[in-house]
């Protein structure tokens, strides 16, 4: 019953997230959307931060799911890499509560309860692009010079595209975008035939 409860309250804070953001949605309006008492929401979530953590790390659960089964796919390794820049790309522009991390940096007040969500989140997908390009470069399809800072590039391109797609909500340019950053991404590595 206490997990029944527990998903119930982070299902419904998902939804205030997403229509309200962070900072309009309060625990009243959660307790009251599932006809509970505010003292039980804090009974499990100490404070509407650890809910949005909560709800977060769900989000961020999913999409790496998501993008380990195409880093570990036996693909050609050019495809792999598309597929995992467009699948990042599009899960993230979609992700409402990545949105909200998204804007608190831009505004300087990042918050320090999600630091070591972000951090974990980022070390997943150096991790997974290097195996990519790892795979690339032994069976010929890719030449790269250092694995490291080229994810950092790749890393850095996509990052930079969160901002103009969730801040300034270019929505309507997501799928042609995504589409041409991915195939520039993976030209920018793929080994010329001589």
Do not use: W
């Amino acid at each position: 019953m206490t997990d029944e409860v527990r998903n119930m309250i982070v299902e419904s804070a998902a939804t205030f997230f997403t229509r309200f953001g962070f900072q309009h949605t309060t625990m009243e309006n959660i307790a009251e959307s599932i006809h509970k008492a505010k003292g039980l929401l804090y009974y499990y979530f100490k404070s509407k931060e650890e809910l949005f953590r909560e709800v977060l790390k769900m989000d961020l659960k999913r999409i790496k799911e998501q993008l380990l089964t195409i880093s570990s796919s036996d693909e050609d390794s050019h495809i792999t890499l598309k597929k995992f820049v467009r699948t990042r790309l599009g899960l993230l522009c979609r992700s409402t509560s990545y949105h909200e991390v998204v804007k608190a940096d831009l505004y300087s007040r990042s918050p320090i309860f999600l630091e070591d969500l972000k951090n974990d989140f980022e070390d997943f997908e150096k991790s997974q692009l290097s195996l990519i390009l790892q795979k690339g470069e032994q069976s010929g399809d890719f030449k790269i010079d250092s694995i490291p800072s080229t994810v950092n590039g790749i890393l850095t391109v996509v990052g930079s595209f969160d901002f103009s797609l969730i801040i300034k909500k270019r929505h309507a340019e997501l799928e042609t975008l995504i589409d041409e950053i991915s195939t520039i991404i993976v030209n920018s590595v793929r080994k010329e035939v001589a």
